[in-house]
């Protein structure tokens, strides 16, 4: 029996898919069998992410109304052979989505996989609530940006509430996974600092990954972080946050600004 | 104008920190959106206005936050009325 994971942050853009798809690959890189499941129905992106937007024929809603199996749903990976996506929707109306739908295909992919990742949609409607309702571990993806924590901390409360685990009395594992941490702007004392963030939303960090030009190059490839360069400090962030995952300790490094003296100067970047 | 503020530019990462640990305070408290302030807001006004006219413009409610006393500011501003007047 595999375990599920919701990958959500209540803001959009703070690196979901991204996220998903980069610690899909990593665990999939060990051997494990991997599922990432779109659940943004109407605005699906982990398709083109993973790079298999030509690919999709069926999706997560045909799946739920029976009008494919899901084994005919699922694509596999063309890098790793135990890497795979359910693809969500484009077209359909997020309403489509049941929950006893989600329950059937979280159940099925569980029995089939050792991981089941599901990218939720931004904000706390329906969709986001059915993507964690059978989450076993959330990934609380956050920006050093004070929305994002506001944000988050709404989500850390859904989680405890609206989640079967919680309506079991159990509790649903939770990890804080910093994204778009921009080293330079840390130091400047510009930024939320880790461990700031940290006490706000007292759940355990997963790791931290730094604002990079290595994501936006990744996605325009339609390969996950972690595939493109897999020497490169985001990919070896997204490896340690992986390894976390499955129970490693493995101590966790805050980036810093590597630019050199002239650097600092005269390399400013651009908010 | 203080010519070191040309060079360092204040921090605001405190500040955000701050900010938001008020702010979420308030907000894991008040479970469900049903907020505390809204509610005594709405229900002191309804008192008000079972026992003198109040005209909705002239009502203000202010809120200051803070991580330990939070203050609710209610300016109703009573029409002159002879009628009620009469009766007091």
């Not at chain 1, 080293?183 to 990954?209: C, H, N, T």
Request: net charge positive.
């Amino acid at each position: 029996m595999g375990k599920a994971i919701v990958v959500t942050s209540g803001k959009g853009g703070v690196g979901k898919t991204t996220s998903t798809a980069a610690i899909g690959a990593a665990l999939a890189q060990r051997g494990d069998k991997v599922v990432v499941v779109d659940f943004d129905v109407g605005l699906r992106n982990l398709d083109l992410v993973m790079g298999a937007e030509r690919r999709v024929v069926y999706d997560l809603i045909n799946v739920i109304h029976g009008e494919a199996k899901l084994a005919q749903a699922l694509i596999r990976d063309k890098r790793v052979e135990t890497l795979y996506l359910l693809p969500a929707s484009q077209t359909r109306d997020k309403d489509k989505l049941t929950p006893e739908g989600v329950e059937q295909v979280i159940t099925a992919l569980k029995k089939n996989f050792d991981w089941v990742i599901c990218d939720s949609p931004a904000g706390i409607e329906r969709g986001p609530t059915l993507a964690m309702r059978h989450a076993d571990i959330a990934i609380v993806v956050t920006n050093p940006e004070i929305s994002s924590v506001r944000d988050s901390d709404r989500i850390i409360g859904l989680l405890d509430a609206k989640t079967v685990k919680a309506e079991n009395g159990e509790r649903v594992e939770k990890h804080l996974l910093l994204t778009r941490y921009d080293p330079s702007r840390a130091e400047a004392g510009d930024m939320l600092q880790v461990d700031d963030v940290l006490e706000i939303l007292s759940i355990p960090l997963l790791g931290i990954i730094p604002e990079s030009t290595d994501v936006l190059r990744a996605s325009n490839l339609g390969t996950p972080v972690t595939l493109a360069d897999r020497n490169s400090e985001t990919a070896r962030a997204y490896y340690e946050a992986a390894r976390r995952l499955t129970g490693e300790t493995v101590p966790v490094t805050i980036p810093t600004d590597k630019r050199g003296f002239f650097g600092k100067f005269f390399g400013r970047k651009a908010a | 104008m203080n010519i070191f503020r040309l060079f360092v530019k204040p921090k605001t990462a405190t500040t955000a920190r701050d900010r938001l640990q008020v702010l979420l305070a308030h907000e894991r408290a008040s479970v469900g959106g049903n907020d505390l302030v809204t509610i005594l807001r709405d229900e002191i006004l309804a008192v008000i206005s079972k026992h003198v006219k109040v005209d909705d413009n002239k009502v203000y409610v202010k809120l200051e936050r803070g991580l330990q006393v939070s203050t609710l500011e209610v300016d109703v501003q009573i029409p002159f009325d002879r009628t009620t007047r009469r009766a007091a």
